[in-house]
């Protein structure tokens, strides 16, 4: 049964028709258009497919739609603003942080998260938060080093 | 290859010769367009042919077995010059991540005289690119760059010519620069986008040789990814990415086993669901709807029985099997008399190496996206191959391949496991017959269920050492790996090399699922056991292992890696075990030399390794972009880590027990260790291949140091705590 739920969807409220219980993660992707947000395991076991939910990192491929009712969703399509990368994005660039590409926007969005909370993490605490995100290329020592760029360049304001 | 004086070579003519076939395009006939088409596709600005002199510097068939198709006359056709000075270039490879995608251009602005920032690439698309068989074993630098480079080149020449009769100047008082050619002394000069304007011109020029390495002004730079900020922003579009008016997302009915058979099957639940189409055709069976995640319920509400009688076999008991069912050897290398090398020897070691299968598991798993309209097929497909796709969707659909269009998208993840375009395939029969756009998207489980795993794989090897510490003998048996690495580059008077099955796929009855070529295929295993074994001769002839290594090692080329990468460690020489943990490998792959030292921990309780330092040294001949080859380097380390220390597919039988990341583990952040890369300045020698050979020594690398550290000399990898901790010399 359809039903309307609203949130805020990279700052722009939404009301959308849906089966409630459907998947976040098939209804940015399809439903929405936001591809940027990837499938990788579909039990939350990669974080391919990582949003920020109020903040906090989320996988949308372990859960319902209902769930982000009333609430404020970030995909990788709303990190840059104004056509201007986020710093994450852009230490992601600087550092060559990627291969084949497909793991980054879950690694970006779950740094993203990690900033908003620790705005100047230690090396362990990046490698902490990043552990669950897997990479198969193996970016992952520039990943961690971008993160560390970002961190400095935010001075520890996060936005 | 035979040696007469029993000294072995290692020149990078015989790994090219015999190591990267991979063969979906094997029986396929070449189909590339002529040039009328080409130019109708492309539109205007100026075409540049390159003359067949260059072609002979690019194996007929790239390195492969068998038969390939003579290079089509056009297969030159490799870049335009736009009418507003952009410059595209087209190759037929695809970009998974290993960098092609800069390096290329990077070749094409150097040669052709234009900013960077002004190429463009198409990659992979079949009705616009040149004919290539595919993406892997480290081929587009080495193979497809010189003549890529070649054509550039001979662009330049070209517009210099049309310059001097624009210009009314001499040629040869002519200058290139940021795509301007200018009148050196004089005022008179015309951009490239002029000369090219309205124009479709074929014309050649004899003698544009490429440039000299003193030349270069942007080959061998190191140069950021030019498809970063794409990926980083998410638009950068994979094929599951891909929308089309009407698309259907599709799931499929798998079977629980490899070799099961359905026997009954019943889709009335699946039907009742509103909007759902099933689609019953023999063994397809498929559930297709406007959104993935409705598919997939659709299929859970089908009941299916199989009838199963696959072997036996487990992941225990294969390497008994497999050595069962080998067939007759071929002999790869022999030279001097192992008997009298055998008598010479001081010690002699006699050791049995495993290695289980391992999966590719990319992120990104099969996707693909599929079209058809009255006898027009369009495919856009995560894949490595995409041309032996469109010739094998055409001739699924019955189809001559000039109606098949293949674009593929950014892949995400190859590692040679995305060649076989199964995915596509099944895409292409569900939209003929829903007569929809149907996407396939595999779900984590049917990426483990389909993969072509790499081989499990045995190596027996008898060696023996004299008083001096060299090696006298060298009797080497490979079984299922395939040979590829495992040619012997030490110096040994008397020895053999023998493949049991020779390539990737075993031969039938050998594995109970599919096998393919996985990074460096054949050549990690190789290069595990061999490396493993030299460690064990030079412990048994109480030699420090790098020493022992430069003893026995002729190969100049070999010895200046191998050094490099024992000064950047900082080695310091002692026999092992010596307590501190340090490993060192050495090898060639894809005509790239490798040396790695790893430092390592043992939790002598767990068994568990732990890796902190990885330092690597590489001579690939003629670096196009090193801050590319360096996230190779990093990324083969970093993958490389998995084989080693964990990556085993658990089967029983044809039934694959691994379905998703919680019981196939990964490499992971915290597991990376600080990793050091130096790339040997060799310009002056040919490109060779970048994206694997980093990763072949891995194996023997974290064996050779975990002896280091405990005296375990492991012989099966994965190194598994439970395999580290029996493996524990008992005090
Ligand atoms: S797709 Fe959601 S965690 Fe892997
Ligand atoms: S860059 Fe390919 S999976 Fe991370």
Redesign the pocket.
Known sequence: MKKTISFNLNGQRMNLDVDPSRTL?WVLRNDLGLTGT?????????????VIIDRKAV????LQVKEVAGKGVTTIEGLAKNGELHAIQKAFVEHDALQCGYCTP?MIMNAYSLLLTTPQPSRSQIIDSMDGN?CRCGAHRRIIAAIETAAKQMGGAPR | MRNDDGRPQSTHEEYLAMDFSNDPGESLPGLALDRRQFLQLVGGGILVAISTQYLEAVPQREGGRGPRHPLPEDFNAFLRIGEDGRVTGYTGKIEMGQGVITSLPQMLADELDVPLESVDMVMGDTDLCPWDMGTFGSMTTRFFGPPFRAAAAEAKAVLVELAAEKLQVPKDRLRTKAGIVYEEAGEKRVTYAELAKGQKILRHVKGANPEEPSQFTLIGKPTLRRDAVEKVTGKAKFAGDIREPGLLHARLLRPPAHGAKLTHVDVSAAREIPGVQVIQEGDLVAVLYEVPDVAEQALGSIKAQYDRTESNVDDKTIFDHLLKVAPQGQTVAEGGNLAEGEKAARQVVDQTYLNSYVSHAPIETHTALAKVEGSKVTVWASTQTPFPLKEAAASLLGLPAQNVHVIPSFVGGGFGGKSNNQQALEAVRLAKLVGKPVQVMWT?AEEFFYDTFRPAAVVKIKAGVTDAGLISFWDYGVYFAGERGSQQFYNVPHHRTVAYSSGWDGGPGAHPFATGPWRAPANNTNTFARESHIDALAAKAGVDPVEFRMRNLKDERMRRVLQAAADKFGWTPAKAPSGRGYGVACGIDAGTYVAHIAEVTVDKETGHVRVKRVVCAQDMGLCINPEGAKLQMEGCITMGLGYALTEEVQFQGGEIRNRN?DSYELPRFSWVPEIETVIIDAKNSPAQGGGEPAIICMGGLLANAVFDATGARLLQLPMTPERVKAGMPRS
């Open positions: 993660l990837k499938y990788g395991c579909g039990e939350g076991l990669c974080g391919a497919c990582t996988r949308a491929c372990t879950g897997l | 984590r990341f």
